[in-house]
């Protein structure tokens, strides 16, 4: 007869001084308690040095009327709106600065670094041309030249210059037309998102099948048209509305549709294009640290240059780009304050205007601060999960 292993007893945790996880344990304590302490003592003292110098504190004011208006908006507000309405449509500016001012860093970073690995040299050229431009020339120079040139060089807004009658581009803006919203948009909206959806189904199919059989399938034109279907789809089912509120050329402005504003424009093309010089940097290091090796081999199989670069370079030279490259999606977000140079309302320029009306210094400069290091963190937390997905699985 057999009788079966008995389970290894519990291992019990020593408590005793002479454990270095204990003693561990009890130093990060200590730390933790003399950081909570230092902060304490830093907020007491300056509340007391405001109180007996007069001084108001406290975030209350957030729930008086603001009192004033913002040239730019994308969430409705009126200047009898609270301060904390303010605040969030600051907010609201600054992120889209952020996030469309990524998208397009991405696009034109990685075309400017594949390019530096172009067979042809003049593309090879004009690609180191703009990054060493553009690198070392400050960011804050670049946000005013491009200000200038916009408001200075442009047509005044009574005769703009017009793509069609549709899209009219004058010291005033960009104006262009945008679709009635109705039950029509929304569907679209929605139905474009389940095409996105669906085109992320078929790029993770076309990826199996890629590793399961060595043959690639068209993943961009296939994704596209899936997320076009959707939102014809429902376009049609909301009706298939065509209304459109389309911009008019006035004798003094263009009045109609919707519009980006010359501020707004000066931030967005100033940190696009000093950003991208960085990030096409960051690709052209993670495709040069891939060995040739693997160009060779898999242009020995029959792949043309762009599969090379597509399935085999860029994939395995992500682990080094990503990164950096979440370095330089922080840097943007945060460079986006400079936009107070030119007068674009993000949440720095909202919290000047508050600290001038209500001498709230110290709780403006906390919300600024608060912001950005929020949207650092998430911005942070996406990356990191991105790399994690896109690392290399080692057996």
Excluded at 87 to 93: C, K, P, S, T
Excluded at 310 to 334: D, E, S, W, Y
Aim: aromatic share 10%.
């Amino acid at each position: 007869m057999t009788t079966a292993p008995r389970a290894a007893p519990p291992k019990r945790r020593d408590w005793s001084w002479r454990s270095r996880a204990v003693r561990g344990l009890i130093y990060q304590v200590l730390a933790l308690g003399l950081i909570v302490l230092g902060v304490w003592f830093l907020a007491h003292n300056t509340m007391e040095n405001m109180r007996v110098r007069g001084i108001q504190s406290g975030f209350d004011f957030l729930t008086s009327p603001a009192g004033f208006d913002i040239g730019e908006l994308i969430i409705p507000y009126e200047s009898i709106d609270p301060y904390w309405m303010a605040f969030l449509a600051g907010v609201a500016n600054t992120l889209r600065v952020a996030v469309l001012g990524i998208v397009m860093t991405t696009v034109l970073g990685t075309l400017l670094g594949v390019g530096r690995f172009s067979n042809n040299a003049i593309v090879r050229g004009l690609c180191y041309g703009y990054v060493e431009m553009f690198r070392n020339i400050p960011v804050l120079l670049q946000l005013l030249v491009w200000y200038l040139l916009l408001t200075e060089w442009l047509p005044d807004p009574g005769e703009p210059l017009q793509l069609g009658g549709l899209v009219f581009l004058s010291k005033g803006g960009l104006s262009y037309p945008v679709p009635v919203w109705g039950l029509g948009q929304g569907l679209s909206a929605l139905g474009a998102l389940g095409g996105a959806g669906l085109a992320w189904l078929w790029a993770r199919k076309a990826r199996q099948h890629f590793e399961a059989t060595g043959q690639p399938r068209p993943v961009m034109l296939p994704a596209l048209g899936l997320i076009i279907a959707g939102g014809l789809v429902g376009w049609a089912a909301g009706g298939a509305p065509t209304a459109w509120n389309v911009p008019v050329a006035g004798e003094v402005s263009v009045d109609g549709g919707s519009s980006f504003t010359p501020e707004f424009i000066s931030v967005l093309l100033g940190l696009t294009f000093y950003t991208a010089a960085f990030v096409a940097e960051v690709v052209r290091a993670g495709i040069a640290s891939v060995p040739r090796g693997q160009s060779e081999a898999s242009g020995a199989l029959g792949l043309s240059q762009g599969q090379q670069m597509r399935l085999v370079v860029l994939p395995q030279a992500l682990r080094v780009i990503i990164p950096p490259m979440t370095n330089q999606f922080l840097n943007l977000t945060k460079n986006s304050s400079l936009a107070v140079a030119i007068g674009y309302p993000d949440v720095v320029s909202i919290s000047n205007t508050a600290i001038n009306q209500t001498g709230r210094a110290v709780e403006c400069i906390a919300i600024i601060m608060a912001v950005y290091l929020t949207t650092s963190l998430g911005t942070s937390g996406l990356m990191n999960w991105y790399n994690k997905r896109s690392a290399i699985k080692e057996r």
